[in-house]
């Protein structure tokens, strides 16, 4: 199968303020400004997608949101719609595992956000992951055969990229081994399959996350079903993850 374009994703969780992310996304922007064979993803925190939104006109660097709640508008104190974002940002990250865990988002709510978001134009990064318990006693398979298929049951085809975050290597520096994570991986391209169809699952990014770094991106990406990463704390230095993405850059 011919390799689909590699995506690196940037997730800077609640990191950064205005000055800081205009700041960051600048330096980034001018080592990255001639690089088009990558598809650049920035996650920055709310606050400053509207600057970030502006920075980037006319460029091939891509914005993302880090969460959305799935009502439009309303009574929903403190929460932010696909409506809101759907100009600000091409992506947004939905069931990333920081927020199942302190947020207790459940494959539930993690699907109406999907919806919503697909519903808006939005391409939700859609995250799926065992813990370290889970990892242990082999039930990885089935933890992500059930976060995926609940999590987009009733969605039409999806435009949509998955990421696999083994939450064991998520900001330990225990990266999963690249065979592994190509496994998963497979899983998830395999089951995309049965629920959508083989030519959709031809063309479903899958992106891996967890501990990502300029050493260990182009393992990655040279496994057959990896198309890129979501990258957390290397994305918070400018020089790392302009490292990353030059490494997978043709
Ligand atoms: O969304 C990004 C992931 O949680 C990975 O974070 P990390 O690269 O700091 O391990």
Not at 66 to 79: H, I, R, S
Not at 161 to 182: F, R
């Amino acid at each position: 199968m011919e390799k689909r374009k590699i995506v690196i994703a940037a997730n800077w969780k609640m990191n950064t303020n205005l000055d800081e992310a205009v700041e960051l996304a600048s330096e980034m922007l001018f080592e990255l400004s001639e690089i088009d064979s990558v598809e650049t993803i920035l996650c920055p925190p709310f606050i400053s997608l509207q600057k970030l939104k502006e920075l980037f006109t006319d460029t091939r660097i891509k914005l993302g949101a880090q969460n959305v709640f799935y009502e439009e508008k309303g009574a929903f104190t403190g929460e932010i719609s696909a409506l809101m974002l759907h100009d600000l940002c091409q992506y947004v990250i939905i069931g990333h595992s920081e927020r199942r865990q302190y947020f207790c988002e459940t494959d539930e709510i993690v699907q109406k956000k999907l919806a919503s978001a697909v519903n808006l134009g939005i391409k939700p990064i859609f995250c799926v992951g065992e813990n370290l318990e889970q990892y242990q006693s082999e039930q990885t398979e089935e933890v992500i055969i059930t976060q995926l298929t609940r999590g987009l049951s009733g969605l039409k085809l999806p435009d949509i990229l998955i990421a696999y975050e083994p939450i064991w290597a998520i900001g330990t520096g225990q990266a999963a081994s690249a065979v592994e994570a190509n496994e998963v991986a497979s899983l998830i391209r395999r089951t995309f399959g049965e629920l959508f169809g083989l030519d959709a699952a031809g063309v479903l990014p899958v992106l891996y996350g967890g501990s990502v770094n300029a050493d260990n991106i182009a393992e990655y990406v040279s496994k057959t079903d990896i198309d890129g990463a979501l990258v957390g704390g290397a994305s918070l230095k400018s020089s790392q993850f302009v490292s990353i993405i030059k490494r997978v850059a043709l």
